[in-house]
């Protein structure tokens, strides 16, 4: 399976949002009993594949987010809020910031709700705290009520919100975003770009700065005991 960005291998400094969110469903996979049927909702390239060698993994995405992803591994193409699947026919449903990017969000989680078994499952994670990103197709951020207000309406009887990290990592997240300003230099895709170039030193003595923050963030993130205002938020909801 080809992969044009796998980012399940990044690590913590490099992307914290996407470090919690590997790690949840690292988690996910590891409760899930040997031949369940999983469907990744909004599975992009099905970088989460790889987790649920134990499991049937189905994965269905609508392929219009980043243009540049392989939308070849998909099993099928489709819209979240319309599945094409049947009613009762998944023990759980595993969907990875994907909910920002549909028009009709609790039509989604509708359709969720139908196509699990009872006792079934919704892994979901949602972004609070990040740029506008795979535009046009950018339209929600969402809190803890938020998601407890959507589920709770499409039927789920038990419904657990918990945070990405807490204001410090929120930080830590926001830091490189600072780097943005600067015009591109072109190193990472080996096309150089005059613009970006006279900017690279002060681009590279910024960043060792930003990681050194980051981590010292990190450590204070223990002392935020509220946590209401993290990266974005992970959410388990049982039928």
Not at 31 to 55: H, I, K, N
Not at 61 to 81: F, I, Q, R
Not at 112 to 127: A, I, Q, S, Y
Request: with cysteine; aromatic share 12%; glycine share 6%.
């Amino acid at each position: 399976m080809r992969l044009n960005e796998d980012f399940s291998t990044r690590s913590k400094l490099k992307d914290i949002g996407r470090w919690h969110i590997t790690r949840f469903v690292e988690d996910v996979a590891r409760g899930l009993p040997p031949g369940s049927r999983l469907l990744d909702a909004g599975a992009g390239e099905c970088v989460y594949e790889r987790f649920f060698s134990q499991v049937r993994y189905v994965s269905i995405d609508l392929t219009v987010g980043e243009s540049s992803w392989n939308y070849c591994n998909l099993d099928c193409v489709g819209a979240l809020d319309r599945l094409p699947f049947r009613d009762e026919s998944f023990d759980a449903v595993l969907c990875t910031e994907t909910l920002e990017h549909v028009e009709w969000p609790r039509e989604c989680v509708e359709e969720f709700f139908r196509v699990l078994k009872p006792r079934g499952r919704l892994f979901l994670t949602v972004p609070m705290a990040i740029p506008e990103h795979q535009t046009p197709y950018d339209f929600f951020r969402y809190t803890s009520y938020g998601l407890k207000s959507i589920c709770g309406k499409a039927g789920f009887a038990r419904i657990e919100v918990a945070p990405f990290g807490g204001l410090f990592t929120r930080l830590a997240c926001e830091l490189p975003q600072m780097l943005s300003i600067f015009s591109p230099s072109g190193l990472k895709a080996r096309r150089l770009e005059p613009k970006g170039l006279p900017f690279l030193p002060i681009k590279l003595a910024l960043l060792i700065v930003i990681r050194l923050a980051q981590m010292v963030l990190l450590a204070l993130d223990k002392f935020d005991k509220v946590k209401n205002y993290p990266v974005g938020w992970r959410v388990t909801a049982w039928k």
